[in-house]
């Protein structure tokens, strides 16, 4: 029996441990609103101080929209899902959900290689910094940041949702996800598989290999330097954007640069859990708590 013509998945999520399920449903609702206040305080903040009109902040603005589009993608359905008993979504629901997810991660990959560039030029070339980094090129970077994303999500979905999905239909997983309605697939699907591992190493090594490539060369420009005050902003804002490209690529890697076949699903559900959960809700803090732009912008707001 086709997939297509009953109209909706089972996502099975977290049912093999309906104990957990209200605890995760009290631990995901408590993260979802840490990243929407924080997210949206990073935004408003950043449009409303003409202090924080830079580079580095018009990219933090673009990560916080995109942290609140990745999660909203998933989130309130993986809610409903561990509060009732009806774990149900429908076929155009997760063709949607899919598409986004995937989209968004895939653009979060690109947008923090950019931010790692930002930082390279802010600290290596301070004094070509507001050439390197002018304002149209910073819009450049950033549209090509969504548009590689979602044109390489475009490109999975389809193949993901041509491959005959038969049988039954349950989603191994908590949303909707190649590699779990992969595994629906009545077909070969090695083919989709080597596809997504050589996207996923295009959109996750190159990216990282950038990344610290940059903070290779921004670790000997620190080395270099004499001042005191210079080191600490620079271990400011390079450590947080350290700290957050960290949380991100490593439970992404431990995921999707492995075969299907090699991971332990359970193990991969928590993973999954951690970097689109809980990673969004702690960007804003790891940003903001010791910036001292950040700190500067609420005074000058509250008067």
């Known amino acids: 029996m086709n997939v297509t013509s009953e109209g909706y998945f089972v996502l099975l999520g977290f049912s093999n441990w309906p104990h957990l399920e209200v605890v995760l449903f009290v631990v995901v609702l408590v993260f979802y609103l840490m990243t929407l206040t924080g997210n949206l305080f990073i935004i408003i903040l950043s449009y409303l101080d003409s202090h924080l009109h830079t580079p580095m902040y018009f990219f933090l603005s673009n990560l916080s929209f ?31 959900q899919l598409y986004f997810v995937l989209a968004l991660g895939c653009t979060e990959c690109v947008l923090l290689m950019v931010m790692s560039y930002d930082r390279y030029a802010a600290v290596c070339r301070p004094l070509h910094y507001t050439v390197l980094m002018h304002p149209r090129f910073c819009q450049l970077l950033a549209v090509a940041c969504w548009v590689s994303g979602f044109t390489n999500s475009a490109l999975h979905s389809f193949f993901t949702f041509w491959v005959p999905l038969c049988g039954h239909r349950q989603v191994d997983h908590f949303f909707c996800e190649v590699p779990a309605l992969l595994r629906l697939s009545c077909v070969d699907t090695r083919v989709n598989e080597l596809s997504l591992m050589v996207t996923s190493s295009i959109f996750v090594l190159v990216p990282l290999i950038l ?7 921004i670790a000997q420009a620190v080395l270099r330097m004499q001042s005191t005050t210079g ?10 954007h350290l700290m957050v490209v ?48 950040v700190r500067g912008a609420v005074k000058r707001l509250m008067g």
């Open 66 to 96: 995109l942290d609140l589009c990745y999660t909203t993608s998933f989130i309130p359905q993986l809610l409903v899902n561990l509060w009732g008993p009806g774990k149900t979504i429908s076929y155009t629901g997760c063709m949607i």
């Open 231 to 240: 080191l600490q902003k620079v271990f400011g804002t390079c450590g947080a």
């Open 246 to 293: 960290s949380l991100f690529y490593i439970p992404v890697m431990c995921i999707y640069l492995q075969p299907p076949s090699g991971n332990s699903q359970d193990q991969g559900k928590f993973i999954a859990l951690f970097y689109t959960v809980v990673t969004p809700s702690l960007n804003p803090l790891i940003y903001t708590l010791r910036n001292k732009d």
């Open 211 to 217: 990344i610290l490539s940059s903070y290779g060369a």
